[in-house]
Structures are given as structure tokens and as C-alpha cells.
């Protein structure tokens, strides 16, 4: 069974800083592509950052460039969010994804969600 732990959330001032952290068990972490997304109430839910298997390679939301930094442990099966500057912008529910597709005898696709955690930037 797959799951995906965020940790980290929690209400900061503007112009602070907050680590999200997610902890994944039941796959093999280091084959997926891993995301943070946010949703924000009455927005629909949006890509923040994405690493890649190797973490050789990350995107942003040009949102959140210069500001954000994803990061992953392999071996600790976890991915991270470094988010400083925040705005009141930022606030949301921020959700940890693991994606994965794979040629097997056809095209499959594994995705999978995290339960979210609240950040709020607030004064």
C-alpha cells in the first residue's frame, strides 16, 4: 500500500520560511517523478515544483522561482520543500505527488497523493 506523508505546515509570517517534507512508503521512491502542488480555496489545485527520479533536474511555477526549492533523499525515500519569502499568496493545502509511467506490455501510470498540509502566511 502506498502512502505519502506531508509534515511541515503550520502558519508563518510574511517573509518567513517553512520545509515541507514528505515521506513515502510502498514504492520504489527513487522511480518517481515527485511533485508539490497547492490548492488554494476556490482555486483549482496547482504544480509548485517537480523533481525528477535522479533529482538531476527540477521545475518550478514561475510563482515560486527564487523563492522555493525542492529537493529529494533517495535513500530516506522523502522529498522536500524549502519555501522561503512566503507571501499571503502561498497560503493553501499543499499536496505531495509521486508519478510514475511504464511500458508494461502496455503504457501504465501510477500516481499517487498525499493527504495535504496547511501553510498559512498571515501577520
Known amino acids: 500500500q502506498v502512502q505519502l506523508v506531508e509534515s511541515g505546515g503550520g502558519l508563518v509570517q510574511p517573509g518567513g520560511s517553512l520545509r515541507l517534507s514528505c515521506a513515502a512508503s510502498?514504492?520504489?521512491?527513487?522511480?518517481?517523478?515527485m511533485s508539490w502542488y497547492r490548492q488554494a480555496p476556490g482555486n483549482e489545485r496547482e504544480l509548485v515544483a517537480t523533481?525528477?527520479?535522479?533529482?538531476?533536474?527540477?521545475n518550478y511555477a514561475d510563482s515560486v522561482k527564487g523563492r522555493f526549492t525542492i529537493s529529494r533523499d533517495n535513500a530516506k525515500n522523502t522529498v522536500y520543500l524549502q519555501m522561503n519569502s512566503l507571501k499571503p499568496e502561498d497560503t493553501a493545502i499543499y499536496y505531495c505527488?509521486?508519478?510514475?509511467?511504464?511500458?508494461?506490455?502496455?503504457?501504465?501510470?501510477?500516481?499517487?497523493w498525499g493527504q495535504g498540509t496547511q501553510v498559512t502566511v498571515s501577520s
Open positions: 510502498g514504492l520504489t521512491f527513487s522511480w518517481y517523478r
Open positions: 505527488n509521486a508519478y510514475r509511467s511504464t511500458y508494461e506490455g502496455r503504457w501504465r501510470e501510477y500516481d499517487y
Open positions: 523533481s525528477t527520479t535522479a533529482g538531476g533536474s527540477t
